[in-house]
Every structure is written in structure tokens, then in C-alpha cells.
């Protein structure tokens, strides 16, 4: 099976930061790539798919990139809001494996 | 709108078995497949595996074979998902998710809590 590593596992930063989430996957996956925001006590909330393709709704801050094996998830300018877990995923067959979480605070 | 609705909490003993529920609205149930994910306490996200309620065809992670079951009842636009001979490390949120085509899980329950203590 595909295995989805993600880095950092956990990150702090100031508001206004630019901040980057990369997620690797253990051998290509085209752009089969979506990425989650979970806030503390809530339901996981799908904020882009295709790599980059960013859903409707979500602030224009957030971004993605990549393709392949190497994918990142980029915060332009951080905001108290953005205080979360994110998670990557794979979908490109089963089984549709998530990274292991990157958690984000403000310093 | 689109949602999701999932059962209630539940509390089982080791060995037993449990069966949450989705429901789904706001949409044509049979067109989208329908995934389960759980998250157990304080840890990440785990995909547990999906089934397409148009057919009925499921998909499972392999850690799960052989003790999980989905299933679905499209007169009521409801899915399930059954674990057996539960053990303590299966207390867990469990949710349901719908796949958007090519799109990943863009729909979720609310999350059901499931409590495996003796």
C-alpha cells in the first residue's frame, strides 16, 4: 500500500506567517491529492482537491501544489481561524490513506 | 442542503458487535460512494473503507477485513457500517463521508462515539 507521510507533525507560528504543510506519498499518485482542515472538536472539512483545486468557500489564503509524489499545502498569511489539524489524502484507489496530521497553533 | 446525519452514541463490551448509521439528504444517495473514516481518541484520521450504494459493492482497508461490514438501505437513503468482536483500541468518533467524483470526501457526519469498555 501507498503510504502518505506528512511534515511537520506539528508547527507554530505568528499571524500574518506564510506557512507550508508537505505531504509525500510513498510512490506516485498523479494529483489524486486532497487536503483537510479539522478544528479542535469539529468535523474534517475538505479544502482542496486535485492537488490544487481549491473548494468553494475556502479563503484564497490556502493553496496547494504538487503532483506525483511531492504535494504542499500553504497557508499565505496565517490567521487566528486557521488554528487546526491538516490532514492530506490520497484517492487514487483504495485504500484512500490520510497522512498522519500536521497540527497548527499561533505563537 | 446536503448532510449527513449519523446514530447515536453507543457503549459496547469487548467481544460484541456495533452498527451505526448515516443518512443521508439533499442529494440522490445512489450517486456518490459513501466512505467511513474513524479517529480515535486524541490521534489522526484513519480510513476505514467505502461502499458504492448503487451497487451495494464495498471496498475495505485491509486492517479491517473479515470484522467490518457496510452495507446500505437506498429506500431509505441510509448507510451503515457494522464492526465485530470489538476490542478496547476500537473506541473511536466514527464518521461517514461522501466522495465527490474525483474530489475526495467533501460531505461528513456529525461523528458517532464508540465506547468498547468492559
Known amino acids: 500500500d501507498i503510504q502518505m507521510t506528512q511534515s511537520p507533525s506539528s508547527l507554530s507560528a505568528s499571524v500574518g506567517d506564510r506557512i507550508t504543510i508537505t505531504c509525500r506519498a510513498s510512490q506516485g499518485i498523479s494529483n489524486y491529492l486532497a487536503w483537510y482542515q479539522q478544528k479542535p472538536g469539529k468535523v474534517p472539512n475538505l479544502l482542496i482537491s486535485a492537488a490544487s483545486t481549491l473548494q468553494s468557500g475556502v479563503p484564497s489564503r490556502f493553496s496547494g501544489s504538487g503532483s506525483g509524489t511531492d504535494f504542499t499545502l500553504t497557508i499565505s498569511s496565517l490567521q487566528p481561524e486557521d488554528v487546526a489539524t491538516y490532514y492530506c489524502?490520497?484517492?487514487?484507489?483504495?485504500?484512500?490513506?490520510f497522512g498522519q496530521g500536521t497540527k497548527l497553533e499561533i505563537k | 442542503q446536503v448532510q449527513l446525519v449519523q446514530s447515536g452514541a453507543e457503549v459496547k463490551k469487548p467481544g460484541a458487535s456495533v452498527k451505526v448509521s448515516c443518512k443521508a439528504s439533499g442529494y440522490s444517495f445512489t450517486d456518490y460512494y459513501m466512505h467511513w473514516v474513524r479517529q480515535a481518541p486524541g490521534q489522526g484520521l484513519e480510513w476505514m473503507g467505502w461502499?458504492?450504494?448503487?451497487?451495494?459493492?464495498?471496498k475495505y482497508a485491509q486492517k479491517f477485513q473479515g470484522r467490518v461490514t457496510m452495507t446500505r438501505d437506498t429506500s431509505i437513503s441510509t448507510a451503515y457500517m457494522e464492526v465485530s468482536r470489538l476490542r478496547s483500541d476500537d473506541t473511536a468518533l466514527y464518521f461517514c463521508?461522501?466522495?465527490?467524483?474525483?474530489?475526495?470526501?467533501?460531505?461528513w457526519g456529525q461523528g458517532t462515539t464508540v465506547t468498547v469498555s468492559s
Open positions: 463521508a461522501r466522495e465527490k467524483p474525483g474530489d475526495g470526501l467533501d460531505v
Open positions: 461502499i458504492n450504494p448503487n451497487s451495494g459493492g464495498t
Open positions: 489524502q490520497k484517492y487514487n484507489g483504495a485504500p484512500y490513506t
